[in-house]
């Protein structure tokens, strides 16, 4: 299928969220990996597992895990509303070894989400545009833009970059799977640190959409504390 075939909207193409939740989270400090720690009670995992299954009443779920983490995987998901809707497989050595695996589970076109397990705040509403903008250009890829000033090393040497050109990425990374799953394929690589790297690697365009500021990734304790005061103030 080319990439700049259309698909129609109105054909309402399978939704699939590829979840990672592989992690161990070293710089939480905590006994368990991050996606097991409480939010407001609950766990991180269960708000991102919830705002997915509220999205679309076909959302699929492949939920990637820790193998020694799988059985705490099915006790949580066992007791959501729509569980029947997720499977859970377990991840490999490194990120782009977990997506691979969860997207092994795909047998039909569909509309990809990849998605980090600790971005439990994101909205239905980016997920439904970044599902649009799939359908139409093949791809979206959630940015805000950077807010700090930027450099870059250069041996032991620096240059500023110009801020208004960064744009800081999230997810989640959505595709047409007849882009993606080729895309794994290839051998992996260090510098494949997410979909959008991997799918311009292998020679296809990728497609930016406007993401959400509380759309952050739980990886320090301090992020816990500003995730909690989202929820309060929203």
Request: aromatic share 6%.
């Amino acid at each position: 299928m080319s990439h700049e075939h259309t698909w129609d909207l109105s054909s309402n193409p399978p939704k699939v969220a590829v979840i990672v939740a592989g992690g161990v989270g070293v710089r939480m400090g905590a006994d368990k990996p991050k996606q097991f720690l409480e939010l407001n009670g609950r766990p991180i995992l269960l708000h991102t597992l919830e705002t997915f299954l509220n999205s679309y009443i076909d959302m699929q779920i492949v939920l990637v895990l820790p193998a020694d983490h799988l059985e705490a995987g099915k006790k949580i998901t066992d007791h959501l509303s729509g569980k029947e809707r997720i499977r859970l497989t377990t991840g490999g050595e490194t990120r782009f070894h977990s997506v691979q695996n969860g997207l092994r589970t795909i047998t039909q076109p569909s509309i990809v989400f990849v998605h980090d397990a600790v971005r439990c705040l994101l909205s239905v509403s980016l997920i439904h545009r970044c599902f649009e903008q799939a359908c139409t250009l093949g791809s979206a890829i959630p940015v805000i833009p950077a807010t700090d000033s930027i450099r870059i090393l250069e041996g032991d040497q620096s240059r500023a970059l110009p801020r208004a050109q960064i744009r800081l990425v999230q997810t989640p990374q959505t595709f047409r799977s007849d882009i993606l799953l080729p895309a794994y394929q290839l051998p992996y690589q260090t510098n494949f640190t997410d979909e959008a790297s991997l799918v311009e690697h292998s020679g296809m365009p990728v497609h930016l959409i406007q993401g959400e500021e509380r759309n952050r990734k739980i990886t320090e304790p301090i992020d816990l504390i500003i995730a909690a005061e989202y929820l309060r103030s929203s």
